[in-house]
């Protein structure tokens, strides 16, 4: 059977997306058929961060009934499978949000685990890649704005009948005075089941155009995303897992067969 774990935010800007692809990656890496989804329709960044931005075909374009999820699928070098949304204004025009739950569920049976980057806030959008997932992880920054409105996404969860099994903290700086890690569990009364550390690397790997645990995948940041990895599948974190990273690239189209 195939879960479906939303990755969601009160606001923009706090590295929800990042989060998804590292997420994803570190799955596939612990041997999990993973596909990430941009569910973020209004502003898709998935494309962006893994160097691709003008595809065939697009999350977009199964929502509009023109294309089969299917024929939407590519793969990143790292080995990630990936539905990336149009960064065309004129892709938005005729879209029905409320598709989104329908449109998603068309990956039954097709993978082991879906990732969905959602976008931020608590519109309409948001709210219906919400809807359409079993789990939902909330990333914040440690600061009462980013929290604050984490809150708000947490409470349309539980309306909705989303299961929210934690919180991600990203940016965390034991050098910088911020909400601790009790203030933060505390107001959202959820755990935080990730701490990423504020890295370097992940610059450069945005540069770079890979997740960071393909390109670095010793940094801080990369040892956290798989332990975060590894405690959704029930499994023990163990050394970090060495990649070769010379091969470059870009998204390449596989789809799935029928």
């Known amino acids: 059977m195939t879960k479906y774990i939303v990755i969601a935010s009160g606001k923009g800007g706090v590295g929800k997306t990042t989060t998804a692809i590292n997420l994803g990656k570190a799955l596939v890496d612990f041997g999990r058929d993973v596909i990430v ?6 502003k898709p960044n ?8 003008a595809l065939p075909v697009t999350l977009h374009d199964v929502m509009k ?15 990630l499978k990936v539905i990336p949304g149009s960064i065309s204004f004129h892709d938005l025009e005729e879209l029905e949000m409320q598709n989104l739950n329908e449109v998603l569920h068309g990956l039954d049976g097709l993978t082991e685990l879906v990732i969905i980057d959602a976008a931020p806030g608590i519109h309409s959008e948001a709210i219906e890649a919400i809807k359409a997932a079993d789990e939902l992880i909330v990333v914040v920054q440690p600061n009462m704005l980013s929290v604050t409105d984490a809150l708000k996404t947490i409470k ?20 910088v005075a911020h909400l601790s890690r009790k203030s933060i569990e505390s107001i959202l009364e959820k755990n935080i089941i990730g701490e990423i550390s504020d890295d370097n690397n992940i610059n450069k790997s945005l540069r770079l155009r890979h997740p960071v645990i393909y390109s670095h995948p010793d940094s801080p940041s990369s040892i956290d995303f798989k332990k975060v990895a590894a405690f959704l599948i029930g499994q023990k974190y163990e050394a970090p897992l060495r990649q070769d990273t010379r091969i470059s690239g870009f998204l390449r189209k596989i789809g799935l067969k029928e």
Do not use: C, Q, R, W
Not at 71 to 78: F, T, W
């Open 37 to 42: 989804v941009d569910a973020n329709l209004s």
């Open 156 to 175: 349309v969860a539980e309306k909705v009948g989303t299961k929210v099994i934690g919180i991600i903290m990203n940016n965390f700086n034991h050098k």
């Open 65 to 79: 009934k023109e294309k089969n999820i299917k024929e939407a699928i590519y793969i990143h070098p790292s080995g």
């Open 46 to 53: 998935v494309g962006l961060h893994l160097g691709s931005t």
